[in-house]
């Protein structure tokens, strides 16, 4: 109603890179209202969500340890977006990787192979993947909605969680907590920057992003993917076949959230717990979008939300804000992308008064 | 009581909040537009309606705020989507996850705390019919639910202004070329779907179940999506799928006090579970989902 959309030839590059930094900037000066009007300390909440971060040593250590699994699932789930398949149930497949890895351990809790943790590793991807294979499998058999179904399928995963944790595999040592035992030494995964907790599960988000930035850049069937969500019926004349794309999409990004939750058990938690998600596959979704659904735009959106994250866990502290004001920043952050982006995408004009209503749309 | 008219009395307030949020989504959706973010909204809602009636506003008020807090966060949505051409898909999703934020951060001092509901409004006669009689005993929120859903089908049936929606949904183009205002229509449907939205969470946290909780919306948002597709954008058959989910949530009530060999945890994901099958028995039925869905449903315009 109030703006004018004019096709660019080509995208903005300049803006691209800026209009990230913009949404965070709104971002923080939204929220900062927001605190203001609930009655927190906006200064310190501020400085604890995104300076405190780069401050100490340990602090940045945390944040590449949370830019792990946010990277992994992100370059997983972007593949997906590229082709118009919504996966928005990665939580559900992170929980599910995170249970077939604990598997291991909780029946062999004696074993000290040195294959345990990659065993833990594959197990989890292919947990992860047959979640999203559910759900592959309903939308091409059914056309079931897959937003839907692999959303949905995350509230039964949370359920089995809960179902092993209180039941078969509780940890009968553990004070009636809800979790399994403790790991063994050997089902961990190895550091990779000493004196931190920061492992070898960053090794895996890169080594996703190259593979991914691979796949989309130079892989006939990436670009079929991509095609077949941009202009889906030049993609079915072609013989793109749709429920092939279903499959690719979900299948690896449920191979990806399942990796990220096995390495979520075997790096930071060291056991299965009812907390083990903190709503990383939502995050991932920021993450994958902020970054352009960019294999490598997303390493820097991936490494923005993981300040967020560790921001908001000192800001708990600090500034007495609640857990969910991290959710609240993500989401804003988001909303401002969004809107920043048609600014890459198309030159704006602001509707002069008394233009015609709906006109100069292309 | 028996498990049956125990489901029979409670149906209709278990189903009031699916149904009020997916009435309004079926009007939104029925213009093109989608929204991801009823769960956020509706916790949005339920914590700005516990807010009010826990501090001795009436339910009158608490209904209007929450309905106020709905409209404002659908209205993001709607700026996103039809000024800045955002995807739909992502556009929600932010909304979603900021109304989520947003409602825990507010709704932090209430965290656990109750209140009180609304007292029921019997129809003489009717209510004291054994077995089903409880039909007939409900809180006024769930009457004029009622009303609502007879409304929108007529509206959207039989009168001038549902057409001009359905046409708006259908073909955006040719919408405005006879002359219709398609973004003012849509900008006023997803304002009308948040105003429900608002109205369930208010619904869910004053009357249903009078306390606040984080995550108490508990996927009803996502089930009510779930809704207009079951229904396939027909306003009886997501009344009917609404009334099912109600009945559902007791079920699992029943079963839980009767002691039910099963674990807790099973009942609990049988709504997603029961979603999931549903959705794609429904789906699979090509003819009849092409015959009344949305042919814009998500495209910018």
Not at chain 1, 77 to 88: E, H, K
Not at chain 1, 227 to 245: I, K, M, N, Q, T
Not at chain 1, 260 to 287: D, H, K, M, N
Request: net charge positive; with cysteine.
């Amino acid at each position: 109603m109030w703006l004018d959309l004019i096709r660019r030839e080509r995208p903005s590059t300049a803006l691209m890179l800026l209009v990230p930094l913009i949404a965070v900037a709104f971002a923080a000066a939204a929220s900062a209202a927001l605190f203001t009007i609930t009655g927190k300390p906006v200064g310190a909440a501020l400085y604890a969500l995104l300076i405190e971060p780069f401050m100490t040593r340990s602090a940045f250590s945390e944040v590449l340890l949370k830019m792990g699994p946010l990277l992994l699932i992100a370059q997983g789930l972007a593949i997906g977006f590229r082709a118009q398949i919504f996966n928005i149930g990665a939580e559900g497949q992170f929980v599910l990787g995170a249970i077939f890895a604990a598997a291991i351990p909780v029946y062999f809790p004696d074993s000290t192979s040195i294959w345990l943790w990659p065993l833990m590793m594959v197990m989890g991807a292919l947990g992860g993947a047959l979640w999203a294979g559910l759900a592959a499998f309903w939308r091409v058999r059914t056309n079931a909605n897959e937003i839907l179904v692999t959303l949905m399928l995350g509230f039964v995963a949370t359920q089995l969680l809960n179902y092993l944790l209180l039941g078969p595999w509780k940890d009968p040592m553990g004070f009636n907590f809800p979790q399994t035992v403790m790991f063994q030494y050997e089902a961990m995964l190895p550091t990779l920057i000493p004196g931190t907790r920061v492992n070898v599960s960053f090794l895996f988000a890169i080594a996703a992003t190259l593979l991914a930035w691979v796949y989309v850049k130079r892989s006939f069937s990436g670009y079929q993917l991509m095609v077949g969500g941009l202009a889906p019926d030049a993609a079915s004349y072609a013989g793109f076949r749709e429920s092939r794309a279903v499959w690719i999409s979900l299948l690896i990004g449920g191979l990806a959230a399942g990796l990220a939750g096995a390495a979520e058990v075997a790096g930071p938690v060291g056991q299965l717990q009812r907390s083990i998600s903190t709503g990383y596959g939502f995050a991932a979704i920021i993450v994958a979008y902020l970054g352009g659904l960019n294999p490598l735009g997303m390493v820097f959106s991936s490494f923005l939300l993981a300040v967020i994250y560790i921001g908001g866990d000192n800001a708990m502290v600090s500034a007495e804000l609640p857990v969910a004001s991290v959710r609240l920043f993500q989401g804003l952050v988001l909303i401002a992308y969004l809107a920043a982006l048609t600014w890459i995408r198309y030159r704006v004009q602001w509707r002069k008064r008394g233009a015609t209503q709906d006109g100069g749309r292309a | 009581m028996s498990a049956i008219e125990f489901i029979l009395s409670g149906m209709l307030a278990a189903a009031t909040p699916f149904l009020l949020a997916a009435l309004g989504e079926l009007v939104a959706e029925k213009s093109g537009v989608m929204n991801l973010g009823l769960e956020g909204i509706m916790a949005l809602g339920a914590v700005i309606g516990f807010i009010c009636v826990y501090h001795g506003g009436p339910h009158l008020l608490a209904f209007l705020a929450a309905g106020v807090i709905g409209v404002l966060a659908a209205l993001i949505l709607a700026v996103l989507a039809l000024e800045f051409r955002a995807d739909q898909v992502a556009a929600g999703l932010a909304v979603g996850i900021f109304g989520q934020g947003l409602a825990a951060l507010i709704g932090k001092p209430y965290e656990s705390l109750t209140t009180t509901g609304l007292s029921q409004i019997a129809i003489p006669g009717l209510a004291s019919l054994p077995m089903v009689g409880g039909l007939f005993k409900q809180d006024a929120v769930t009457w004029l639910t009622l009303i609502a859903a007879l409304v929108i089908a007529l509206v959207l049936s039989k009168s001038r202004l549902g057409l001009v929606i359905r046409a708006v949904g259908e073909n955006p183009q040719a919408a405005r070329a006879i002359g219709y205002p398609v973004i003012r229509i849509r900008y006023a449907t997803v304002a009308f779907g948040g105003l429900m939205a608002g109205f369930a969470g208010a619904y869910a946290a004053t009357v249903y179940t009078p306390m606040w909780a984080d995550g108490m919306i508990a996927g009803r948002g996502w089930i009510a999506l779930a809704l207009v597709v079951f229904g396939t954008w027909v306003t009886g058959r997501v009344f009917a799928g609404a009334l099912l989910f109600g009945a559902l949530s007791l079920a699992e009530l029943a079963a839980q006090a009767k002691g039910v060999h099963l674990p807790s945890q099973l009942l609990a994901a049988m709504p997603y579970l029961v979603t999931i099958i549903i959705l794609g028995v429904i789906s699979s039925n090509k003819l009849r989902m092409k015959r009344n869905s949305v042919a814009s449903l998500g495209k910018p315009f």
